[in-house]
């Protein structure tokens, strides 16, 4: 594994149409790999392939419990990172909707404004060329959304209604419960 730089604000692939994966190969394996070592230096919550500089539709997230369950985690639950990865992926149903600023680790600093559904149902391949589909709330379901976002060229700074800045840049890519 090998940590990737993290393309910024200004450079044109963030704009760019991702081509689909064809290839299931081990360079993909590599890529998502790489990817999740580099989310996790970054402190992020989601990454998209193009925010490495591969123009490919795969992006990952980092899967966290449902918000709204307050509970202690259950027995036989692992705390440590779990991660979603999606090849190809596509939103097949969205519910809800609910404003929050989120971050993008390609712009540092900028927390936008953004309504995304509360529960978003995503169809995607994993790195073996499996077909899937799974459901997701909250902040992961708001990750799922952004990251896919990518794909197509859209970014927080298409999407916000608002800004704030940050004074630091600190956590990118993390929610912010704030009104
Ligand atoms: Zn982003």
Known sequence: ???????????????????PVTDFNARLGQLIDDMKETLVEACGL????????VMRRVCIVVDLPPEDDGAAPEEGEEPEYKFIELVNPEII??????GLYEGCLSFPGHNGYI???EQVTVRAFDRDGNEFTLTRTGMTARAICH?????????????????????????????????
Request: charged share 35%.
């Open 1 to 19: 594994m090998a940590l990737r730089t993290i393309v910024q604000d200004g450079d044109p692939i963030l704009k760019k149409v991702c081509r």
């Open 46 to 53: 989601g990454l998209a392939a193009p925010q490495v500089g």
């Open 93 to 98: 149903d969205r519910q809800g909707s609910v």
């Open 115 to 117: 309504e995304r559904p």
């Open 147 to 179: 990251e896919r976002d990518h794909l197509d060229g859209v970014t927080i700074m298409d999407l916000a209604e608002y800004f704030y800045e940050d004074q630091e840049h600190g956590a990118e890519d993390e929610g912010d419960a704030e009104e």
